[in-house]
Structures are given as C-alpha cells and as structure tokens.
C-alpha cells in the first residue's frame, strides 16, 4: 500500500490541525494505521494508532486527549485531529500500516508515507 500524508502547516500553540493519510494500491481496511512523528535531533516516536474497522485507538501518553485518530475506509484515508497543541508537538508526521494492532514500535509498521511538517509557534 501506497501512502501520502498531508495537512501540515504552521500553527500557534493552542491551535489545531488535522493530517490526513491517502492510501493507494490496497484497500486501506486490510491494516492497523497509525501516526508517528520525528522532531529535529530526535527518534522517532509514536503518536497514534487504530484498528482495521476504527473501533479501537490508542495514543501515546503525550498526546492523549488532545489527539484523535479516526479513519475512513470507504475514502481510504486516516486522519489525524490534533487540537491544544503545543510547541513540543513540533516534527515531521508520518503515517504507516501494520497488520498487527497493539503495537506502538515502528518495526511493525511496514509501509510508511512520506511525511508532513507540523510546526507550532510558541
């Protein structure tokens, strides 16, 4: 499956954004998506993920309740909410696929988008 997220941008902090991820070549139904993101100097971390049907999320810590990851099978997009941000919320977005829910290790995560700049202005 083919990847491309979008919907970055520059923010003030306390504002929001929503990302998107379009899939292409695979029915986007057959995976667990998720959200990661990699600020400057930093490892990759995990955000966000949802299950095959979006009946089941979860979040990293640092963004729970500020961030809602949510998914449309029929439009073949995930998409991720992201309201109160702050200016640590800095970093490039990617989206990936995995066939495996639960995990938040971007080992399991086979096919990545390229990313998206969030940046957040204090």
């Known amino acids: 499956v083919q990847l491309q997220a979008s919907g970055g941008g520059l923010v003030q902090a306390g504002g929001s954004l929503r990302l998107s991820c379009a899939a292409s070549g695979r029915t986007l139904s057959s995976y667990v998506m998720g959200w990661f993101r990699q600020a400057p100097g930093k490892e990759r971390e995990f955000v966000a993920a949802?299950?095959?049907?979006?009946?089941?999320?979860y979040y990293a810590d640092s963004v729970k309740g500020r961030f809602t990851i949510s998914r449309d099978n029929v439009k073949n997009t995930v998409y991720l909410q992201m309201k109160s941000l702050k200016p640590e919320d800095t970093a490039v977005y990617y989206c990936?696929?995995?066939?495996?829910?639960?995990?938040?290790?971007?080992?399991?995560?086979?096919?990545w988008g390229h990313g998206t700049q969030v940046t957040v202005s204090s």
């Open positions: 990936a696929a995995s066939g495996r829910y639960g995990s938040s290790s971007g080992a399991d995560f086979g096919s």
């Open positions: 949802i299950n095959w049907s979006g009946g089941g999320t």
